[in-house]
């Protein structure tokens, strides 16, 4: 479809955290690939676009999913009775070390690109591993889906097993630049994002050569903070001198800042890492169902908002088990009222359209201006088929956003669109 065009139906968006815009009927203007606005009738100044009359179907944003592994997807749902760092030895690193097989890494990259390109997700932020030739595949398979992602190499010389962990941090330095060097202006939709895995994998002089080539890239960073406690009490160890998990990560200038930054998890963070985040505007990639399945704990969601972090959902395949962030949504509000119930009363539980705003705007602000159906935002959107769904009384628009989360198993995309380019429509 070309990149002007009209979209008729029932539409939902995200202005800020507690503010839902539901509009039945109304007219969504894509132009150039950017919204043009939503409006009760359909514009004079548009009439030339085609329209689409999606009926009662009901026009949500694309959904962004800040934090997912692709080459654990083969391996959701595997030892799911493990914390973390056991979970790591016995699953994650065994299955990331087949990825030097570029056999094996096509079957199962184009199983994860499959997926994701049919779910509601159209942004991710992905992490490969740290072989060159299967980060280049996923990178290919990606920007032939239409989706908008950004993909790290992996980054690992230290305590990890052989035939993953990297020879040296001067052999980790020189794949990265070789990577970069081998993609630059190969993409339109799919960019490089510097993957340091976390601190208890990378040493000191492999963070300070990642920050070198931060500078001279002026790439964005992804990584993990703070998910279990005994990760956090192994980073105290590894890093005497730093004062918190994150600190570690900002005496190398790689916490936000200049930077841009967004750190998985964010578990167990303290009030000084929570205040130094707030300070230099690191997002948070809060990945509920990950941190049930590997007993991470419930991360304080309100006390981020309330202190103005930016925050959005990640999925965290395969620590968890889905790669929808409608899923993430429902597990986000679940979370949240165990914590309120059973850690602090205090942390009123996230409402539907905070949920909601978290999987749309909040994380899509890590990609510009995104996630949203404001005039001047990248145009990504879903029409969803919720008849499944129906009952036997009359439903809001918010009342059916609502089930689609809950319930999404029971709802069908029909159509999908990043940039306003069409990912797929039935």
Same mark, same amino acid.
């Given at each position: 479809m070309h990149r002007n065009f009209v979209l008729k139906g029932t539409v939902c968006y995200s202005q800020s955290p507690h503010a839902l815009v539901t509009l039945p009927d109304a007219y969504l203007v894509c132009e150039e690939g950017v919204c043009a606005g939503v409006f009760a009738g359909w514009p004079e100044a548009y009439r030339a676009f085609p329209l689409t009359d999606c009926g009662t179907k009901l026009i949500v944003p694309g959904l962004i999913d800040l934090h997912v592994?692709?080459?654990?997807?083969?391996?959701?749902?595997?030892g799911m009775d493990l914390e973390l760092l056991e979970w790591l030895a016995a699953?994650?690193?065994?299955?990331?070390?087949?990825? @030097?097989?570029?056999g094996y890494a096509r079957e199962a990259y184009?199983? &994860?690109?499959?997926?994701? =390109?049919?779910?509601?997700?159209?942004r991710a932020c992905v992490f490969a591993t740290c072989h060159l030739p299967a980060t280049r595949l996923l990178m290919d398979l990606l920007e032939a889906s239409g989706l908008v992602t950004l993909v790290g190499k992996v980054n690992m010389d230290r305590n990890a097993p052989d035939g993953l962990r990297e020879a040296s941090a001067e052999n980790s330095l020189r794949d990265t630049r070789a990577w970069l060097e081998g993609i630059e202006k @190969?993409?339109?939709?799919?960019?490089?994002?510097?993957?340091?895995? &976390?601190?208890?994998?990378? =040493?000191?002089?492999l963070m300070r050569g990642i920050a070198a080539i931060q500078n001279e890239w002026g790439l964005p960073v992804q990584s993990h903070l703070s998910e279990n406690p005994g990760e956090i009490a192994w980073v105290r160890e590894l890093c005497p001198n730093a004062a918190f998990y994150g600190d570690a990560y900002d005496q190398f200038g790689l916490f936000g800042g200049d930077v841009p930054t967004v750190m998985a998890h964010c578990v167990g963070s303290d009030e000084r890492e929570i205040e130094r985040m707030s300070e230099k505007g690191v997002f948070v990639a809060h990945c509920p169902q990950s941190n049930a399945?590997?007993?991470?704990?419930?991360?304080?969601?309100?006390?981020?908002?309330s202190r103005g972090l930016r925050v959005g959902l990640g999925s965290d395949v395969a620590g968890g088990c889905h790669t929808s962030i409608f899923r993430a949504m429902a597990d986000a509000i679940q979370m949240s009222k165990l914590r309120w119930r059973l850690v602090d009363a205090d942390d009123k539980a996230l409402s539907l359209a905070e949920a909601f705003y978290l999987g749309t705007k909040g994380g899509g602000a890590f990609f510009g201006k995104v996630g949203s159906f404001e005039t001047g935002y990248e145009f990504d959107a879903l029409v969803i088929d919720d008849s499944a769904l129906a009952a036997p009384f009359t439903l809001t628009p918010e009342e059916r956003l609502a089930r689609v989360v809950y319930s999404e198993g029971e709802s069908r995309i029909v159509a999908k669109y990043a940039r306003g380019r069409t990912v797929f429509a039935a």
């Amino acid at each position: 479809m070309h990149r002007n065009f009209v979209l008729k139906g029932t539409v939902c968006y995200s202005q800020s955290p507690h503010a839902l815009v539901t509009l039945p009927d109304a007219y969504l203007v894509c132009e150039e690939g950017v919204c043009a606005g939503v409006f009760a009738g359909w514009p004079e100044a548009y009439r030339a676009f085609p329209l689409t009359d999606c009926g009662t179907k009901l026009i949500v944003p694309g959904l962004i999913d800040l934090h997912v592994h692709a080459p654990q997807y083969a391996f959701r749902g595997l030892g799911m009775d493990l914390e973390l760092l056991e979970w790591l030895a016995a699953h994650t690193f065994p299955e990331e070390s087949k990825y @030097r097989d570029l056999g094996y890494a096509r079957e199962a990259y184009t199983a &994860f690109v499959d997926a994701l =390109t049919r779910g509601p997700n159209t942004r991710a932020c992905v992490f490969a591993t740290c072989h060159l030739p299967a980060t280049r595949l996923l990178m290919d398979l990606l920007e032939a889906s239409g989706l908008v992602t950004l993909v790290g190499k992996v980054n690992m010389d230290r305590n990890a097993p052989d035939g993953l962990r990297e020879a040296s941090a001067e052999n980790s330095l020189r794949d990265t630049r070789a990577w970069l060097e081998g993609i630059e202006k @190969r993409y339109e939709r799919t960019a490089p994002i510097l993957t340091p895995r &976390f601190i208890p994998s990378c =040493t000191d002089e492999l963070m300070r050569g990642i920050a070198a080539i931060q500078n001279e890239w002026g790439l964005p960073v992804q990584s993990h903070l703070s998910e279990n406690p005994g990760e956090i009490a192994w980073v105290r160890e590894l890093c005497p001198n730093a004062a918190f998990y994150g600190d570690a990560y900002d005496q190398f200038g790689l916490f936000g800042g200049d930077v841009p930054t967004v750190m998985a998890h964010c578990v167990g963070s303290d009030e000084r890492e929570i205040e130094r985040m707030s300070e230099k505007g690191v997002f948070v990639a809060h990945c509920p169902q990950s941190n049930a399945n590997l007993s991470s704990g419930i991360a304080p969601v309100r006390r981020f908002l309330s202190r103005g972090l930016r925050v959005g959902l990640g999925s965290d395949v395969a620590g968890g088990c889905h790669t929808s962030i409608f899923r993430a949504m429902a597990d986000a509000i679940q979370m949240s009222k165990l914590r309120w119930r059973l850690v602090d009363a205090d942390d009123k539980a996230l409402s539907l359209a905070e949920a909601f705003y978290l999987g749309t705007k909040g994380g899509g602000a890590f990609f510009g201006k995104v996630g949203s159906f404001e005039t001047g935002y990248e145009f990504d959107a879903l029409v969803i088929d919720d008849s499944a769904l129906a009952a036997p009384f009359t439903l809001t628009p918010e009342e059916r956003l609502a089930r689609v989360v809950y319930s999404e198993g029971e709802s069908r995309i029909v159509a999908k669109y990043a940039r306003g380019r069409t990912v797929f429509a039935a």
